[in-house]
C-alpha cells in the first residue's frame, strides 16, 4: 500500500522528522478558511499516488481566502494526467496546503528493502528534487548506500558515513543521522517496504526538512496496525485491484492489457506463462488472471465473469495443472460456471492435466467441451479463435 | 545424493493440527517421508490423525524425535516465530509454505538464524523423487534421475516437471524457493548445492520478473557450473512494470527486474533460455548430449 504524501509525513511527525507546517484539506473552502487565517504565501500540493505533480501544474502557490479557493478549484477540476502506469490518471480529492520554505539544497535519502542481501539499506544522494532511477543512470557513483543489520539495527556512524561518502552540503551533517535513525524508527515499527524523502531540504535558515514523502507499507503487515484501515479506504484504487477483491481474488492476482485471448491458470507462475504463451501464439493477452488453488464451480464462475465482463475478451482459455487442486473438481467447476453465469458467452479453450485429469476430461466432454493437449496447443487454438470471432 | 533432502531425514511439521498441515503431512507420508512428529501449542501429549506425536513447542519435538528438518503451515503472523522457534531449538532446515509473511519479519528470522536453511516463505516445498518430500508437491509427476530443478514458482514448477518425466529426464531434487521479494534460500544457494551433488548431472532454473536472483545465478553458473548442462526459463515476459502479477516478489521495477536482463545475464553464461516451457526437455537433452560428446 503506497500512501499519500499527507499520510507519509503523518507518519513522519509520529517519528520525529521534521517537516513544513501543513494542513490537510478536503474542499477549496477549506484551503480558503485555512489561509485566511494564516497570512502568507502557502504551497498547494495536490494529493495522489501519482508523480509528476509539478509539471502537470498541480502544485500552486497561494495567499489569502480568494486566492486558496480560486486555486484549489483549479487544482482540483481536472485530475492528474494519464501516463503508462496510470492510463486513467487519477483523481484529486484532497490538498496538502504547507508552509512555503526557502530552499538552499535539495538532497535525497530513503530506507527500503533490498532483495540481493535481504537487509534494510539506508540511501543517500546529494541530487534531490529528482527520480531516483534518474540519478542512478546518471550519476550512480553519487549513491551513498548502506545495508543495515537488522541484528543491530541503526547506529549514528551510519549517517555519518552516508553524509560523508555522498558528499552532501556540510549544512546537513549534523541533522542527518538524527533524521535517518527516525526513518529506520518508521520503517521497522510499521514494516515499510519503502521510505522516501525526496527532496530533503536545507533551508536558507539552515534548517533540514522533510518536503515530500513517499511510504510504502507491506500489505501482509497491515494486521499489526489496524489504524490504517481508514487510511487504505481514501487511497485511490486501482481498479485492477478493485475487481480481483470482490470476484474474492487476492490484489495481486488479476491485471488487464487490453486484448482479446482471456486467460485463467492456477498459480502465479503458470498464469504468467500462459499470458507468454498466448503472445508468443501470435494472439494479444486480455489478462492476467491466478485463480490459485481449490478452484471450485463459485470461485470459476466469478473469474469468467470477471474476464468476461471487464475484458474485450473473445475467447478464454483456462489452463489448470492439477497437483493439489483435483482435475475433476476443476471439471465440474467449469461446467456449473458456464451453467450458471448470466454473463455473455465466449468459446472456451480448456488444458487440464495432472492430478484425475481423466476424470476431468470425461466431466467436460460429458457436457460438450474437448479439452486441449498441451498449454501450447491451448494457446495457438484461443489464438485462432480470437482472430476469427 | 540429491541434495537438502533424503530418506534419512527427520521431519516434524509446525502446524500438524491445522486443516493445511494435517492434509499435507498425510501425503508426505504416503510420499515415504519420515516424518518424526510435529508440533502444535496446546495439544501436547496427544497423537495427530495419522498417529504421530504431537508437541507443544519445537524444543520438545526435537529433544524426542532428533528431528533436523521443519515444515511450516502456521498463518502468516506467526511464522516469523516459528521459524526462530525451530532455529533455537536446533533445525538446521526449515521449510516456510505460510503465503503473505510480512517482509520485514522473513527479513529478521534470515538474518538472525545462521546456520539455517530456510526454504521460503511462499514456497511449494521441495522433493527428492524417490526418498522423500516436504512440503505440497504432488509426488506422482516426479521421477527420480539426475536433473535437479529450482524454481520461484508452484505449479510452473509441476509443468516443467511434468514435461521432463514424460521426456524421461527424471530428477534428483527440485526445489520451490518461493515467489517473494525475500527468501531464505536463492537460486545461488541451491546451485551451490547442486554443483556439489554427484546425482545432479543437469539443471534447470525457472525464473520470473522481479528482483535480480536470475543475474546472480547466471554469474555463478558462468564461474563454477561452466560445463553443466542447464537450461533456464523466465516467466512473465510480458508483465507491465510497476505492478506484481501473483507473486509479491514479481515486479518490474524501473530498469530493475526485466525479462530482458534476466535472459541476457543468462546467455551471456551459456546458458540456452526456453521460450515456453514445453522446450525445456528438448534442449536440455541437446545440452546433456553435447556436454558428453
Known amino acids: 500500500m503506497n500512501l499519500m504524501e499527507y499520510q507519509g509525513k503523518e507518519l513522519f511527525r509520529r517519528s520525529g522528522i521534521p517537516i513544513p507546517r501543513s494542513q490537510h484539506c478536503t474542499t477549496p473552502e477549506a484551503v480558503g478558511d485555512f489561509l485566511a487565517e494564516n497570512p502568507g504565501e502557502w504551497v498547494l500540493k495536490a494529493q495522489v499516488l501519482m508523480g509528476g505533480r509539478g509539471k502537470a501544474g498541480k502544485i500552486k502557490f497561494a495567499a489569502g481566502r480568494e486566492q486558496g479557493i480560486a486555486l484549489a478549484r483549479e487544482i482540483m477540476a481536472t485530475p492528474m494526467p494519464p501516463n503508462r502506469q496510470n492510463p486513467n490518471g487519477e483523481a484529486i480529492n484532497s490538498l496538502l496546503v504547507e508552509e512555503k520554505l526557502s530552499i538552499a539544497k535539495e538532497a535525497y535519502c530513503a530506507i527500503t528493502v533490498d532483495r540481493t542481501t535481504k537487509r534494510p539499506v539506508a540511501m543517500v544522494s546529494k541530487y534531490g528534487g529528482m527520480e531516483i532511477e534518474e540519478v542512478a543512470h546518471e550519476h550512480p557513483e553519487s549513491i551513498a548506500k548502506f545495508f543495515i543489520d537488522t541484528a543491530i539495527g541503526y547506529s549514528p556512524f551510519i549517517g555519518r558515513e552516508l553524509a560523508f561518502g555522498s558528499d552532501l552540503d556540510p549544512g546537513y551533517r549534523k541533522q542527518l543521522p538524527a533524521i535517518l535513525a527516525s526513518l529506520y524508527k518508521l520503517f521497522f515499527e510499521y514494516g515499510a517496504k519503502l521510505v522516501e524523502i525526496n527532496p530533503l531540504a536545507l533551508t536558507t535558515d539552515g534548517r533540514v526538512i522533510a518536503s515530500d514523502a513517499k511510504v510504502e507499507l507491506d500489505d501482509d503487515a497491515l494486521f499489526k496496525h489496524k489504524e490504517f484501515a481508514e487510511w487504505h479506504a481514501v487511497l485511490p484504487l486501482d481498479e485492477d485491484e478493485q475487481l480481483a477483491t470482490e470476484a474474492g481474488l487476492g490484489i495481486r492476482n488479476f491485471r488487464r492489457f487490453g486484448g482479446t485471448v482471456g486467460t485463467m491458470a492456477n498459480g502465479a507462475g503458470l498464469a504468467m506463462a500462459t499470458m507468454d504463451a498466448v503472445k508468443f501464439a501470435g494472439g494479444e493477452i486480455a489478462n492476467f488472471l491466478d485463480v490459485g488453488g481449490g478452484a471450485n464451480a463459485e470461485r470459476v464462475r466469478k473469474c469468467y465473469e470477471l474476464v468476461v465482463n471487464h475484458t474485450p475478451a473473445k475467447v478464454f482459455f483456462i489452463n489448470i495443472f492439477g497437483g493439489i487442486t483435483r482435475g475433476d473438481e476443476v471439471a465440474k467447476g467449469i461446467v456449473e460456471a458456464l451453467r450458471t453465469t448470466t454473463s455473455r458467452k465466449v468459446p472456451l479453450v480448456i488444458r487440464l492435466t495432472g492430478t484425475n485429469e481423466e476424470q476431468g476430461r470425461k466431466i467436460l466432454a460429458e457436457a460438450g467441451m474437448t479439452p486441449v493437449e498441451t498449454m501450447d496447443e491451448g494457446a495457438a487454438q484461443a489464438v485462432r479463435i480470437a482472430a476469427g470471432a | ?293
Open chain 2, 1 to 293: 545424493m540429491s541434495i537438502y533432502l533424503d530418506k534419512n531425514s527427520k521431519v516434524i511439521v509446525q502446524g500438524i493440527t491445522g486443516g493445511e498441515g494435517s492434509y499435507h503431512t498425510g501425503r508426505m507420508l504416503a510420499y515415504g517421508t519420515q516424518i518424526v512428529g510435529g508440533v502444535t501449542p496446546g495439544k501436547g501429549g496427544q497423537k495427530s490423525e495419522h498417529g504421530l506425536p504431537v508437541f507443544n513447542t519445537v524444543r520438545e519435538a526435537v529433544e524426542a524425535t532428533g528431528a533436523t528438518h521443519t515444515c511450516i503451515f502456521v498463518p502468516p503472523p506467526f511464522a516469523g516465530d516459528a521459524l526462530f522457534e525451530a532455529y533455537e531449538a536446533g533445525i538446521s532446515f526449515a521449510v516456510c509454505i505460510t503465503e503473505g509473511v510480512p517482509v520485514h519479519d522473513v527479513m529478521r528470522v534470515v538474518g538472525a538464524t545462521p546456520g539455517m536453511q530456510i526454504i521460503g516463505p511462499n514456497c511449494p516445498g521441495l522433493i527428492s523423487p524417490g526418498k522423500a518430500s516436504v512440503g505440497i508437491m504432488p509426488g506422482h509427476i516426479f521421477k527420480q534421475g539426475n536433473v535437479g530443478l529450482i524454481s520461484r514458482s508452484g505449479t510452473l514448477t509441476y509443468e516443467v516437471v511434468d514435461g521432463l518425466t514424460r521426456a524421461g529426464l527424471g530428477q534428483s531434487t527440485c526445489v520451490g524457493i518461493g515467489g517473494d521479494p525475500i527468501i531464505g534460500t536463492t537460486f545461488v544457494d541451491c546451485l551451490r548445492a547442486f554443483a556439489n551433488d554427484e546425482e545432479t548431472k543437469a539443471i534447470v532454473v525457472c525464473g520470473e520478473i522481479g528482483g535480480s536472483d536470475e543475474e546472480d545465478a547466471a554469474a555463478f553458473i558462468a564461474e563454477h557450473l561452466r560445463g553443466t548442462p542447464i537450461i533456464a526459463f523466465i516467466g512473465g515476459r510480458n508483465a507491465p512494470p510497476g505492478k506484481s502479477l501473483g507473486h509479491a516478489g514479481a515486479i518490474i521495477s524501473g530498469n530493475f527486474g526485466t525479462p530482458e536482463s534476466k535472459i541476457a545475464a543468462f546467455k551471456q553464461a551459456g546458458v540456452p533460455v526456453a521460450e515456453r516451457p514445453s522446450e525445456i526437455p528438448a534442449l536440455l537433452k541437446k545440452s546433456m548430449s553435447s556436454g558428453n560428446s
